[in-house]
């Protein structure tokens, strides 16, 4: 950037730890003598003066004249600019007065190779081009070079520079900076390098960095393809021996594991700078998304292949960062960056600012015996935050990888009952030999490589905080340690329960894991599970902890469950003290009747002062009758915040139910769900009217479904239409009034047409007509950003109108969705309305004719 002044950012200072500069083993390219020697430096020096580098030439007539350096030339300035750096290096180099020497000659090497067309003088232009070759590597050279000097910068000024930069940065920190610019301009077209002569080129996905802040250094899943691409090429061509048993056994790029990447990647590759392997391979701070803890002796290779499903499974992007210890500590400098107090270490500084730990389980679950992965879980489980922090779990089983995932993988905004569905199919293949070993395991008992490591970390989790206490002999038991097993073992016995049920296991052991945890949510899905019987729900039900805040359980098409069984877990639910959330999905199960859904609506009341969220889903449940309705809509609580109730497709269920709803008052409703699809016909004009006053001001989420509905009339339907009109702060609406005869051009001039996301279905309305679609486009607001309007099976619209209303969308829409299955008009209104729709590149768009539902006419911008 152009400034006008020379802005030097603060760097941490670096421990004087690391190997020196001047150490013969530190580069691996030196010059051919003694770096840094007074013989060495007078060379370089009667080398780079006037006369005598080829630069002067003089003519016939006897005048002096300036060429461009040579490629030797550069070599040698660069060599005089490590020769210099390496004398500074020295401990008797600390001061200003000692290092000033050095850092002009330093200053004269730098200048000669920025003065690229030799006038003497480096223009904004020379000065650009040099900075774009380092700008990204460190901030030493992140400013212009040019404040105070006008339009040229002379060698005298950049000798002052190079002092100003070494106060400013302090020493440490201003020979790292310098370190680094050395090597990349040994490696680059200034130093006459090629790819090809970087052993470690194919290692490299920057330029190479400084991080002084260990918790930047998290790593790319594409780095790390970038080791494991390493290591097929080079482990059996160099023939690669394991060196860190004693064993000499050869290494094969499927078994190497993470002790072996570090003796024959790691090290090598950052030996030369004595840094961290991220710093080695990024061009910049890489913040961590994600925590990992795991143990080094896995192989890298299915490391890898969870990190990448683990991705794949949140939705995480490219330039989502994980933390992994062995890439972000500076292997050679370790003792100064992992600290003697872990509460100050860069392992917490990391967790610290991750949004979740993922712990790699080995197939012997070693990792849950390692001292550093059990301080890892401890902070993951017990520490207190201000976000929801994230638990997941990751194993390869077979060739492919497999995860527990702590709640839901994705924000997706569908059903929470039927995002279960999918976490349970996710998580189904997840070895459950391995958690039941895991849950034998005594975190307490961990083992450390050094000792003092597992004595500090112990009196760290028990509360300790003075210096001597931490390294003093941790108690054999303690609660803190009972807390942290349970806590581990309480969440594995929730993803384990359903293999448990349905391998026919003794559930003893998984009721007291589950009952001493104080698991925020119990999250299981039994959805199509043979094998469960009502004791099987007995057991849930006993699990249950008076701590518990939510239950999230699916049970669809469980025919072994029964009204006993529902009465458990109802009685179970009695036992927590402030429930906040339930979510029950009882979807085909043909074994329900209504006395066990009324003690579920009893259970329900009895936690009314505490909860917020009630889903309850009946679909298909042929059992229930009004009776069982009634249990449920009379005991709602009046402080909810959420409700979603599906009672579709059960005949039994009639007006005399649905009417409760008149009878309940909730002032801080935001999301109200209700599904009546095929339900009896005769729910009337009486059940939209009782639904309508649910309709508050603070509702901000309203999906109904009305489908088949026969019976309701114009007047229902006028009522649900002024009551739509006092919800201002509605941001989702989804109507179904599909087969709805009554459903007229009145209707829709009661719509509130504001929110973001819009979702109307009038299928087979056979009072839809071209008034109705024209009523609907004039009533758009520009607030609407998704819109979705299925008209399937209408025949009294035209290819025109709906041509018109494609005109009609607001300018923000983002994406459109007609559909016009069995419409007669169909072709015709596609071509029409796909033609209109190319006008739009910003909107995407799906013209659905068919009962296939192809979507065709996509654009995006």
Not at 45 to 50: E, V
Not at 284 to 297: C, I, M, N, T
Not at 691 to 701: A, C, M, N, Q
């Amino acid at each position: 950037p152009a400034s006008d002044a020379l802005v030097l950012p603060s760097v941490q200072r670096r421990s004087s730890m690391r190997p020196s500069a001047s150490d013969p083993t530190l580069r691996s390219q030196r010059p051919p003598s003694a770096p840094g020697s007074p013989e060495k430096l007078r060379s370089l020096m009667t080398d780079l003066s006037p006369g005598s580098t080829g630069r002067h030439s003089v003519d016939s007539s006897g005048r002096s004249w300036r060429q461009r350096p040579s490629t030797a030339q550069r070599q040698t300035a660069i060599a005089k600019l490590s020769c210099n750096l390496a004398q500074l290096s020295e401990p008797r180099h600390v001061s200003q007065n000692k290092a000033k020497p050095f850092l002009e000659d330093m200053a004269d090497a730098i200048f000669y190779l920025m003065d690229v067309d030799a006038s003497g003088f480096v223009d904004k232009r020379e000065a650009k081009g040099f900075q774009d070759k380092l700008r990204i590597a460190s901030s030493l050279w992140g400013e212009d070079l040019h404040s105070n000097c006008n339009a040229r910068l002379s060698k005298a000024d950049l000798r002052e520079k190079f002092k100003e930069m070494y106060r400013t940065f302090r020493r440490d920190n201003f020979i790292d900076h310098m370190r680094l610019t050395v090597e990349i301009l040994e490696r680059s077209d200034l130093g006459g390098a090629s790819v090809s002569s970087d052993s470690f080129a194919e290692l490299r996905d920057g330029l190479g960095c400084i991080l002084p802040r260990i918790e930047e250094r998290a790593i790319l899943r594409r780095q790390l393809r970038k080791v494991m691409a390493f290591a097929k090429a080079r482990c059996s061509k160099e023939g690669w021996k394991d060196t860190f048993t004693g064993k000499a056994l050869a290494i094969t790029p499927q078994t190497m594991n993470l002790y072996q990447a570090v003796d024959k990647i790691v090290k090598p590759a950052t030996k030369a700078r004595g840094c961290s392997f991220v710093e080695f391979t990024a061009s910049g701070p890489q913040r961590p998304k994600w925590f990992v803890s795991h143990w080094w002796g896995e192989p890298v290779q299915d490391f890898l292949t969870c990190l990448e499903q683990h991705a794949t499974d949140r939705g995480l992007q490219d330039e989502d960062a994980y933390w992994v210890c062995a890439y972000a500590i500076n292997q050679w400098d370790i003792a100064s960056e992992v600290s003697c107090d872990p509460k100050k270490s860069g392992f917490r500084k990391a967790l610290d600012v991750s949004v979740g730990t993922l712990s790699i389980l080995d197939k012997e679950a070693v990792c849950f015996s390692r001292i550093w992965c059990c301080y890892e879980i401890w902070v993951s489980l017990e520490s207190e935050r201000d976000y929801p922090y994230r638990y997941d779990m990751y194993t390869v089983s077979g060739s492919k990888a497999v995860g527990i995932s702590d709640g839901f993988c994705e924000d997706s905004g569908i059903d929470r009952i039927m995002s279960l569905g999918d976490k349970a199919r996710r998580e189904r293949n997840f070895p459950f030999k391995l958690c039941r070993r895991a849950m034998e395991i005594k975190l307490e008992q961990g083992k450390a490589s050094d000792p003092v490591d597992r004595k500090r970390i112990l009196n760290s989790i028990i509360g300790q905080t003075n210096w001597k206490k931490l390294t003093s002999d941790p108690p054999d038991e303690h609660r803190e340690y009972d807390k942290l097993n349970c806590s581990l073992n309480g969440r594995i016995a929730s993803a384990a329960w359903r293999s448990a049920v349905e391998a026919g296991e003794d559930m003893a052991p998984y009721i007291d894991a589950l009952s001493k945890c104080k698991l925020p949510k119990l999250e299981v899905s039994f959805e199509n599970c043979a094998a469960l019987k009502d004791s099987d729900i007995d057991n849930i039900g006993a699990a249950m902890g008076p701590e518990l805040a939510g239950v999230n359980m699916d049970f669809t098409s469980c025919a072994g469950l029964t009204c006993k069984g529902l009465t458990s877990l109802g009685k179970g639910m009695m036992r927590v003290n402030a429930l906040r959330s339930i979510a029950l999905n009882f979807r085909r199960c043909d074994g329900l009747a209504d006395k066990g859904v009324e003690f579920l609506g009893s259970a329900i009341q009895d936690q009314g002062s505490s909860l917020r969220e009630v889903h309850l889903g009946f679909r298909n449940c042929g059992g229930i009758s009004d009776d069982g309705a009634k249990g449920i809509l009379n005991n709602l609580p009046a402080k909810a915040e959420s409700i979603r109730l599906d009672f579709s497709h059960n005949s039994q269920i009639t007006d005399e139910a649905i009417r409760r709803l008149e009878e309940q008052s909730f002032n801080d409703l935001r999301e109200l769900h209700i599904k009546l699809t095929a339900c009896s016909a005769a729910l009337t004009d009486v059940a939209i009217e009782a639904i309508s006053t649910l309709l508050v001001p603070s509702l901000r989420e309203l999906h109904l479904d009305l489908h088949s509905g026969a019976a309701i009339t114009h007047i229902g339907l006028n009522t649900f239409g002024q009551a739509l009109k006092r919800l201002e702060a509605l941001q989702e609406l989804t109507l179904d009034f599909s087969g709805v005869e009554a459903v007229n051009d009145d209707l829709f001039a009661f719509l509130p047409l504001s929110p973001h996301t819009l979702k109307l279905k009038f299928d087979h309305c056979p009072k839809v007509t071209n008034m109705s679609v024209k009523a609907l486009g004039r009533s758009l607001s520009k607030k609407v950003q998704r819109l979705t309007i299925s008209l399937n099976g209408n025949q009294k619209v035209s290819a025109d109108v709906l041509k018109s209303l494609a005109g009609m969308l607001p300018d923000g829409l983002k994406s459109f969705e007609l559909h016009l299955s069995g419409c007669h008009c169909a072709d015709e209104a596609r071509s029409q309305v796909e033609e209109v729709m190319r006008g739009r590149p910003a909107t995407e768009s799906n013209i659905i004719v068919d009962a296939a539902a192809a979507m065709l006419g996509c654009s995006r911008a």
